[in-house]
Protein backbone atom coordinates (compact mmCIF):
# COMPACT_ATOMS: atom_id res chain seq x y z
CA UNK A 1 0.00 0.00 0.00
CA UNK A 2 0.99 3.44 -0.70
CA UNK A 3 1.15 6.70 0.99
CA UNK A 4 2.31 10.26 0.76
CA UNK A 5 3.58 10.80 4.03
CA UNK A 6 4.02 14.37 5.16
CA UNK A 7 6.02 16.23 8.28
CA UNK A 8 4.75 19.85 9.18
CA UNK A 9 6.87 22.07 11.08
CA UNK A 10 6.96 25.50 12.24
CA UNK A 11 9.75 26.17 9.24
CA UNK A 12 9.19 23.40 6.82
CA UNK A 13 6.72 20.47 5.46
CA UNK A 14 8.08 17.43 4.24
CA UNK A 15 6.63 15.33 1.96
CA UNK A 16 7.59 11.94 0.55
CA UNK A 17 5.46 9.07 -0.73
CA UNK A 18 6.48 6.16 1.36
CA UNK A 19 5.03 2.16 1.19
CA UNK A 20 3.50 -0.04 3.85
CA UNK A 21 3.72 -3.62 3.37
CA UNK A 22 4.77 -6.84 5.34
CA UNK A 23 8.77 -5.47 5.68
CA UNK A 24 7.80 -2.84 7.09
CA UNK A 25 8.02 1.13 6.30
CA UNK A 26 9.71 2.21 3.03
CA UNK A 27 10.19 6.12 2.27
CA UNK A 28 10.63 6.43 -1.73
CA UNK A 29 13.45 8.70 -2.40
CA UNK A 30 13.92 12.13 -1.35
CA UNK A 31 11.04 13.97 0.27
CA UNK A 32 10.26 17.79 -1.00
CA UNK A 33 11.14 19.99 1.05
CA UNK A 34 8.81 23.13 0.98
CA UNK A 35 8.89 26.45 3.11
CA UNK A 36 5.83 26.68 5.35
CA UNK A 37 5.83 30.27 4.84
CA UNK A 38 5.89 30.44 1.18
CA UNK A 39 2.60 28.58 1.00
CA UNK A 40 -0.96 29.82 2.67
CA UNK A 41 -1.86 26.36 3.95
CA UNK A 42 -1.55 22.59 4.09
CA UNK A 43 -3.94 22.44 0.80
CA UNK A 44 -1.49 24.27 -1.26
CA UNK A 45 1.68 22.91 -0.32
CA UNK A 46 0.09 19.59 -1.03
CA UNK A 47 -0.94 20.79 -4.40
CA UNK A 48 2.89 21.88 -5.03
CA UNK A 49 3.87 18.69 -3.82
CA UNK A 50 1.51 16.90 -6.42
CA UNK A 51 2.51 18.75 -9.16
CA UNK A 52 6.27 17.39 -9.05
CA UNK A 53 5.13 13.77 -8.61
CA UNK A 54 3.84 13.87 -12.39
CA UNK A 55 0.77 11.69 -11.36
CA UNK A 56 -1.65 12.01 -8.93
CA UNK A 57 -0.85 11.57 -5.41
CA UNK A 58 -1.93 8.06 -3.48
CA UNK A 59 -5.35 8.83 -1.96
CA UNK A 60 -4.23 8.05 1.38
CA UNK A 61 -2.51 10.34 3.53
CA UNK A 62 0.08 10.27 7.01
CA UNK A 63 0.68 13.95 8.34
CA UNK A 64 2.68 14.81 11.53
CA UNK A 65 1.75 18.29 12.60
CA UNK A 66 3.75 20.27 14.97
CA UNK A 67 0.63 21.15 17.34
CA UNK A 68 -1.84 19.39 19.69
CA UNK A 69 -3.79 17.24 17.52
CA UNK A 70 -6.94 18.04 19.49
CA UNK A 71 -10.15 18.90 18.30
CA UNK A 72 -11.03 20.27 14.60
CA UNK A 73 -9.20 23.17 14.52
CA UNK A 74 -5.53 22.43 14.69
CA UNK A 75 -3.23 26.21 14.12
CA UNK A 76 0.73 25.08 14.18
CA UNK A 77 2.86 26.18 17.25
CA UNK A 78 5.33 28.04 15.65
CA UNK A 79 3.55 29.24 12.27
CA UNK A 80 0.15 30.74 10.67
CA UNK A 81 -1.05 26.92 9.30
CA UNK A 82 -4.28 26.04 10.76
CA UNK A 83 -4.59 22.14 9.95
CA UNK A 84 -9.07 21.67 10.02
CA UNK A 85 -9.86 17.63 10.63
CA UNK A 86 -13.39 18.22 9.54
CA UNK A 87 -11.90 19.32 6.01
CA UNK A 88 -8.85 18.14 5.29
CA UNK A 89 -9.42 14.79 3.37
CA UNK A 90 -11.50 16.97 0.78
CA UNK A 91 -8.72 19.66 0.81
CA UNK A 92 -5.97 17.62 -0.18
CA UNK A 93 -8.24 14.88 -2.58
CA UNK A 94 -8.05 11.57 -0.52
CA UNK A 95 -10.08 8.72 1.13
CA UNK A 96 -7.90 8.36 4.35
CA UNK A 97 -6.03 10.49 6.16
CA UNK A 98 -4.21 9.89 9.63
CA UNK A 99 -3.01 13.18 11.59
CA UNK A 100 -0.28 12.86 14.48
CA UNK A 101 1.55 14.99 16.38
CA UNK A 102 5.51 15.58 15.01
CA UNK A 103 6.81 14.43 17.89
CA UNK A 104 4.34 11.33 18.43
CA UNK A 105 5.86 9.91 14.77
CA UNK A 106 9.28 10.53 15.76
CA UNK A 107 8.26 7.93 18.69
CA UNK A 108 6.81 5.96 16.25
CA UNK A 109 10.17 5.98 14.17
CA UNK A 110 11.93 5.12 17.67
CA UNK A 111 9.77 2.00 17.71
CA UNK A 112 10.52 0.46 14.45
CA UNK A 113 13.19 1.95 13.03
CA UNK A 114 16.40 -0.74 12.39
CA UNK A 115 19.28 -0.34 15.48
CA UNK A 116 21.54 0.72 13.47
CA UNK A 117 19.45 3.90 13.50
CA UNK A 118 19.77 4.51 17.35
CA UNK A 119 23.14 5.51 18.67
CA UNK A 120 24.36 5.94 22.01
CA UNK A 121 24.97 9.62 23.48
CA UNK A 122 25.30 8.99 27.22
CA UNK A 123 24.43 6.07 30.04
CA UNK A 124 25.28 3.12 29.82
CA UNK A 125 25.39 1.77 26.56
CA UNK A 126 22.32 -0.62 26.50
CA UNK A 127 19.72 -1.35 23.57
CA UNK A 128 16.91 0.36 24.55
CA UNK A 129 14.21 -1.84 26.34
CA UNK A 130 12.09 -3.96 24.82
CA UNK A 131 9.68 -3.08 28.13
CA UNK A 132 9.03 0.59 29.19
CA UNK A 133 9.15 4.49 28.93
CA UNK A 134 11.06 5.82 26.44
CA UNK A 135 11.33 9.75 26.90
CA UNK A 136 12.02 11.03 22.98
CA UNK A 137 13.10 14.93 23.36
CA UNK A 138 14.32 16.98 20.19
CA UNK A 139 14.87 20.75 19.63
CA UNK A 140 14.24 22.18 16.23
CA UNK A 141 11.70 25.61 15.66
CA UNK A 142 10.10 24.34 19.38
CA UNK A 143 10.80 21.79 21.31
CA UNK A 144 8.88 18.19 20.74
CA UNK A 145 8.45 15.54 23.50
CA UNK A 146 6.59 12.28 23.56
CA UNK A 147 6.48 9.14 25.07
CA UNK A 148 7.03 5.80 23.94
CA UNK A 149 5.44 2.92 25.96
CA UNK A 150 7.07 -0.69 25.32
CA UNK A 151 4.91 -4.33 26.53
CA UNK A 152 4.90 -7.66 25.83
CA UNK A 153 6.15 -6.87 21.91
CA UNK A 154 3.81 -4.00 21.48
CA UNK A 155 4.05 -0.40 21.76
CA UNK A 156 1.70 2.60 22.49
CA UNK A 157 2.96 6.20 22.24
CA UNK A 158 1.67 9.41 24.00
CA UNK A 159 2.07 12.77 22.32
CA UNK A 160 2.81 15.37 25.07
CA UNK A 161 3.13 19.26 25.02
CA UNK A 162 6.40 19.14 27.46
CA UNK A 163 8.18 21.75 25.27
CA UNK A 164 5.84 23.91 26.99
CA UNK A 165 6.83 23.23 30.66
CA UNK A 166 8.81 26.10 32.51
CA UNK A 167 11.89 27.14 31.88
CA UNK A 168 14.03 26.18 35.35
CA UNK A 169 17.28 27.99 35.88
CA UNK A 170 20.20 26.09 37.48
CA UNK A 171 22.44 28.47 38.16
CA UNK A 172 23.34 32.22 37.91
CA UNK A 173 23.77 32.64 34.49
CA UNK A 174 20.29 31.07 33.67
CA UNK A 175 18.60 33.19 36.42
CA UNK A 176 20.19 36.27 33.93
CA UNK A 177 18.52 34.62 31.03
CA UNK A 178 15.04 33.91 32.66
CA UNK A 179 15.35 37.61 33.63
CA UNK A 180 15.61 38.69 29.83
CA UNK A 181 12.79 36.31 28.88
CA UNK A 182 10.45 37.40 31.42
CA UNK A 183 11.03 41.08 29.74
CA UNK A 184 9.70 39.64 26.10
CA UNK A 185 6.99 37.17 27.20
CA UNK A 186 4.70 36.80 29.99
CA UNK A 187 5.68 33.03 30.89
CA UNK A 188 8.87 31.55 30.23
CA UNK A 189 8.57 27.99 28.99
CA UNK A 190 11.66 25.76 28.06
CA UNK A 191 11.10 25.99 24.64
CA UNK A 192 11.84 29.41 24.84
CA UNK A 193 15.51 28.14 25.43
CA UNK A 194 15.89 25.05 23.83
CA UNK A 195 14.79 25.52 19.90
CA UNK A 196 16.41 26.97 17.33
CA UNK A 197 15.12 30.50 18.22
CA UNK A 198 16.26 29.91 21.92
CA UNK A 199 19.97 30.24 20.81
CA UNK A 200 19.81 33.94 20.23
CA UNK A 201 18.21 34.58 23.59
CA UNK A 202 21.12 32.81 25.13
CA UNK A 203 23.90 34.57 22.94
CA UNK A 204 22.06 37.58 23.63
CA UNK A 205 22.41 36.95 27.61
CA UNK A 206 26.20 36.10 27.13
CA UNK A 207 26.91 38.69 25.19
CA UNK A 208 25.57 41.03 27.81
CA UNK A 209 27.16 39.42 30.76
CA UNK A 210 30.79 39.92 29.04
CA UNK A 211 29.61 43.20 28.18
CA UNK A 212 30.26 42.79 24.69
CA UNK A 213 28.09 43.48 21.61
CA UNK A 214 25.81 41.34 20.57
CA UNK A 215 26.89 41.38 16.50
CA UNK A 216 24.05 38.34 15.77
CA UNK A 217 20.74 39.37 15.12
CA UNK A 218 19.00 36.21 13.31
CA UNK A 219 19.29 32.94 14.99
CA UNK A 220 20.50 31.44 11.71
CA UNK A 221 23.50 32.94 10.97
CA UNK A 222 24.42 32.51 14.50
CA UNK A 223 23.51 28.88 14.66
CA UNK A 224 26.31 28.73 11.48
CA UNK A 225 28.67 30.56 13.34
CA UNK A 226 28.14 28.52 16.81
CA UNK A 227 28.20 25.03 14.99
CA UNK A 228 31.60 26.28 13.10
CA UNK A 229 33.33 27.85 16.34
CA UNK A 230 33.43 30.88 14.18
CA UNK A 231 32.82 33.03 16.95
CA UNK A 232 33.83 32.75 20.80
CA UNK A 233 30.40 34.00 22.19
CA UNK A 234 28.49 31.82 19.45
CA UNK A 235 30.27 29.00 20.66
CA UNK A 236 29.93 29.71 24.03
CA UNK A 237 26.09 30.34 23.71
CA UNK A 238 25.81 26.50 22.38
CA UNK A 239 27.39 25.14 24.98
CA UNK A 240 24.62 26.78 27.38
CA UNK A 241 22.35 25.16 24.74
CA UNK A 242 23.54 21.52 25.33
CA UNK A 243 23.56 21.98 29.19
CA UNK A 244 20.54 23.23 29.35
CA UNK A 245 18.88 20.73 26.99
CA UNK A 246 20.44 17.79 28.92
CA UNK A 247 18.50 19.64 31.79
CA UNK A 248 15.51 19.64 29.94
CA UNK A 249 15.95 15.83 28.96
CA UNK A 250 16.63 14.87 32.98
CA UNK A 251 13.66 16.94 33.79
CA UNK A 252 11.45 15.14 31.49
CA UNK A 253 12.94 11.39 32.24
CA UNK A 254 11.97 11.99 35.82
CA UNK A 255 8.51 13.08 34.68
CA UNK A 256 8.04 10.12 32.66
CA UNK A 257 9.56 7.29 34.52
CA UNK A 258 11.52 6.73 31.53
CA UNK A 259 13.76 3.95 31.50
CA UNK A 260 15.58 5.54 28.18
CA UNK A 261 16.05 8.80 26.44
CA UNK A 262 16.18 9.45 22.52
CA UNK A 263 17.15 12.66 21.71
CA UNK A 264 15.94 13.89 18.20
CA UNK A 265 14.92 16.82 16.23
CA UNK A 266 16.44 18.62 13.67
CA UNK A 267 18.67 20.19 16.15
CA UNK A 268 19.53 17.24 17.34
CA UNK A 269 21.06 16.33 14.21
CA UNK A 270 23.04 18.76 13.51
CA UNK A 271 24.32 18.43 17.75
CA UNK A 272 25.41 15.09 16.95
CA UNK A 273 28.79 15.86 17.38
CA UNK A 274 28.50 18.67 19.88
CA UNK A 275 26.74 16.78 22.45
CA UNK A 276 28.97 14.47 24.16
CA UNK A 277 31.39 16.92 24.45
CA UNK A 278 29.78 19.33 25.84
CA UNK A 279 28.08 19.36 29.29
CA UNK A 280 24.89 17.58 27.99
CA UNK A 281 25.96 14.51 30.01
CA UNK A 282 26.49 15.63 33.50
CA UNK A 283 23.59 18.28 32.78
CA UNK A 284 20.88 14.96 32.17
CA UNK A 285 21.77 13.34 35.40
CA UNK A 286 22.56 16.31 37.71
CA UNK A 287 19.22 15.68 40.16
CA UNK A 288 20.28 15.44 43.33
CA UNK A 289 18.69 12.24 44.97
CA UNK A 290 17.91 10.95 41.83
CA UNK A 291 21.57 11.26 39.88
CA UNK A 292 22.10 7.56 40.24
CA UNK A 293 19.04 6.30 38.91
CA UNK A 294 19.39 8.60 35.91
CA UNK A 295 22.89 7.70 35.41
CA UNK A 296 21.60 3.98 35.11
CA UNK A 297 19.45 5.52 31.65
CA UNK A 298 20.75 4.40 28.42
CA UNK A 299 20.67 8.06 25.65
CA UNK A 300 20.76 7.00 21.87
CA UNK A 301 20.19 9.82 18.99
CA UNK A 302 17.89 8.58 16.01
CA UNK A 303 19.86 9.08 13.27
CA UNK A 304 16.99 7.93 10.50
CA UNK A 305 17.58 10.88 8.09
CA UNK A 306 13.71 11.44 8.07
CA UNK A 307 11.85 10.27 11.58
CA UNK A 308 9.00 12.69 11.31
CA UNK A 309 7.99 11.25 8.04
CA UNK A 310 8.97 7.68 8.70
CA UNK A 311 7.03 7.92 11.96
CA UNK A 312 3.93 9.40 10.47
CA UNK A 313 3.68 6.01 7.86
CA UNK A 314 4.11 3.98 10.76
CA UNK A 315 1.41 5.62 12.75
CA UNK A 316 -0.50 5.64 9.48
CA UNK A 317 0.14 2.03 9.59
CA UNK A 318 -0.90 1.50 13.24
CA UNK A 319 -3.81 4.10 13.61
CA UNK A 320 -5.34 3.53 9.79
CA UNK A 321 -9.37 4.28 10.30
CA UNK A 322 -10.85 0.56 9.84
Not at 25 to 52: K, N, V
Not at 185 to 212: C, D, F, K, M, N
Not at 311 to 322: N, T, Y
Amino acid sequence: MQIVAVDIGGTHARFVLAGIGPRGIELTGEPAILRTADHAGLREAWQAFAATLGQAPPPRAAIAVATAVVGDEMPLTNGSWVIRRSTLARDLGVDEVTVVNDFAAVAHAVARVPAADLLPLAGPELPLPADGVISIVGAGTGLGVAQLFREAGRYHVLPTEGGHCSFAPQDEFEDALLQRLRQRHARVSIERVVSGPGLLAIYETVAALAGREALFIDDKALWQAALAGSDALAAEALQRFCLCLGSAAGDFALAHGADAIVIAGGLGARLRHHLPQSGFAARLVAKGRFEALLRSLPVNFIVHPQPGLYGAAAAFAVERPQ
